[in-house]
T-cell receptor, first 116, second 112 residues
Framework: GDSVTQMEGPVTLSEEAFLTINCTYT??????LFWYVQYPGEGLQLLLKATKADDKGSNKGFEATYRKETTSFHLEKGSVQVSDSAVYFC???????????????FGQGTILTVHP | SQTIHQWPATLVQPVGSPLSLECTVE??????LYWYRQAAGRGLQLLFY??????ISSEVPQNLSASRPQDRQFILSSKKLLLSDSGFYLCAWSRQSNTEAFFGQGTRLTVV
């Protein structure tokens, strides 16, 4: 079955540090890949997405590139802010057979804390 | 624009009591609807999804059930809650033609 593995947390950084959160996946079809962010006590918000190999998703200074050869979708940001403190989830939606119904398979989540 | 409403935000219920969580979507028609659960310290697990009124698919065996009485309404229920039902429940929707999902604010359920 499909699975998503992301780096264990928590990750603690100082403001303006470089961020990388690793994500690798296993899928039977041609998945779309996502990063979601969850701020304390809230639901999930879509941060960025990529729907095919070599696509780069970007939003709010975050980037991730769909690497089919390494089955990876690592999240990066050049300079984090305190307001980026949250839980980050990597997810995939598998289009195997042409019908995924938007069902998402999530990684375990990575807690990011950014200190001033 | 589309919005998704989920309530209540928090809920404390005794073991053995019933449960009803409601989710509604506005600004779109015929959405796919989903219930996810996030247990403490863990990722999200898909519980149910629905592609239309009265059509419910269960992803994991459990003490919960789901219903879709109207196009944009999705309800999560239980007749008798267990301690293990505690968690953060998230409703989500997506367009039929798109894999991207949009989430509600979640319900924190504590069974005591």
């Amino acid at each position: 079955g499909d699975s998503v593995t992301q780096m264990e947390g928590p990750v603690t950084l100082s403001e303006e540090a470089f961020l990388t959160i690793n994500c690798t996946y296993t899928a039977t079809g041609y998945p779309s890949l996502f990063w979601y962010v969850q701020y304390p006590g809230e639901g999930l918000q879509l941060l960025l997405k990529a729907t095919k190999a070599d696509d780069k998703g970007s939003n709010k200074g975050f980037e991730a590139t769909y690497r089919k050869e390494t089955t990876s979708f690592h999240l990066e940001k050049g300079s984090v802010q305190v307001s980026d403190s949250a839980v980050y989830f990597c997810a995939l939606s598998d289009n195997a057979g042409g019908t995924s119904y938007g069902k998402l398979t999530f990684g375990q989540g990575t807690i990011l804390t950014v200190h001033p | 624009s589309q919005t998704i409403h989920q309530w209540p935000a928090t809920l404390v219920q005794p073991v053995g009591s019933p449960l009803s969580l409601e989710c509604t979507v506005e600004g779109t028609s015929n959405p796919n609807l989903y219930w996810y659960r996030q247990a403490a310290g863990r990722g999200l697990q898909l519980l149910f999804y629905s592609v239309g009124i009265g059509q419910i698919s269960s992803e994991v065996p459990q003490n919960l059930s789901a219903s879709r009485p109207q196009d944009r309404q999705f309800i999560l229920s239980s007749k008798k809650l267990l301690l293990s039902d505690s968690g953060f429940y998230l409703c989500a929707w997506s367009r039929q033609s798109n894999t991207e999902a949009f989430f509600g604010q979640g319900t924190r359920l504590t069974v005591v």
